[in-house]
């Protein structure tokens, strides 16, 4: 069965430095990957998406995202952090059929000043 | 700018009581989907609608029944509210099943005593 696992669940970076989000899966054939974004009382966001080709996503906001198969990893990225960026992240993987995507239980990112 | 809208934001219930949980999109959506998020646990998938006039389960569908009214309307609903269904309920579209879901609705927080 596909899982997602996302290691880490509350991280802080200072403002103006560089982020890194993990999430590893675990899924029987190629993967189609995503990372949502959750601000507070809000629904998610779709940040990027990755189904074939470039194993480097870009997405909105700044953001981009690196598939490695061999790590069996989708993590996402920003060069600079700002304070608009403090959220909930979630990854989240699925198959033929993307209507039962499985997600992780997200990390929580927090800015300082 | 409307995209997915929820109704209601939030709501509260005794154990065995009913209610219906409505979602409307204006973006034509062919695709709509129902998640409950938990602490925890990221969101999982309850029912979903592939097209119009179709539905199908999810990941957790127990309890739950779901009307596509047409192609802007997916109705979530509890025939006997049960204090394991508190959650908050998403309700997402997309343009068609082989994107996953694109946007989502703010959400439903519902408190069942």
């Known amino acids: 069965a596909q899982s997602v696992t996302q290691p880490d669940i509350h991280i802080t970076v200072s403002e103006g430095a560089s982020l890194e989000l993990r999430c590893n899966y675990s899924y029987g054939a190629t993967p189609y990957l995503f990372w949502y974004v959750q601000s507070p009382g809000q629904g998610l966001q779709l940040l990027l998406k990755?189904?074939?080709?470039?194993?480097l996503v870009q997405g909105i906001k700044g953001f981009e995202a690196e598939f490695k198969r061999s790590q069996s990893s989708f993590n996402l990225r920003k060069p600079s952090v700002h304070w608009s960026d403090a959220a909930e992240y979630f990854c989240a993987v699925g198959g033929t059929g993307f209507q039962k995507l499985v997600f992780g239980t997200g990390t929580r990112l927090l800015v300082s000043p | 700018n409307a995209g997915v809208t929820q109704t209601p934001k939030f709501q509260v219930l005794k154990t065995g009581q009913s209610m219906t949980l409505q979602c409307a999109q204006d973006?034509?959506?062919?695709?709509m989907y129902w998640y409950r998020q938990d602490p925890g646990m990221g969101l999982r998938l309850i029912y979903y609608s592939a097209s119009e006039g179709t539905t199908d389960k999810g990941e957790v569908p127990n309890g739950y029944n779901v009307s596509r009214l047409n192609k802007r309307e997916f109705s979530l609903r509890l025939e006997s509210a049960a204090p394991s269904q508190t959650s908050v309920y998403f309700c997402?579209?997309?343009?068609?099943?082989?994107?996953?879901?694109?946007?989502f609705g703010d959400g439903t927080r519902l408190s069942i005593l």
């Open positions: 990755y189904f074939s080709g470039d194993t």
């Open positions: 997402a579209s997309s343009s068609s099943g082989s994107e996953g879901p694109q946007h």
């Open positions: 973006m034509n959506h062919n695709s």
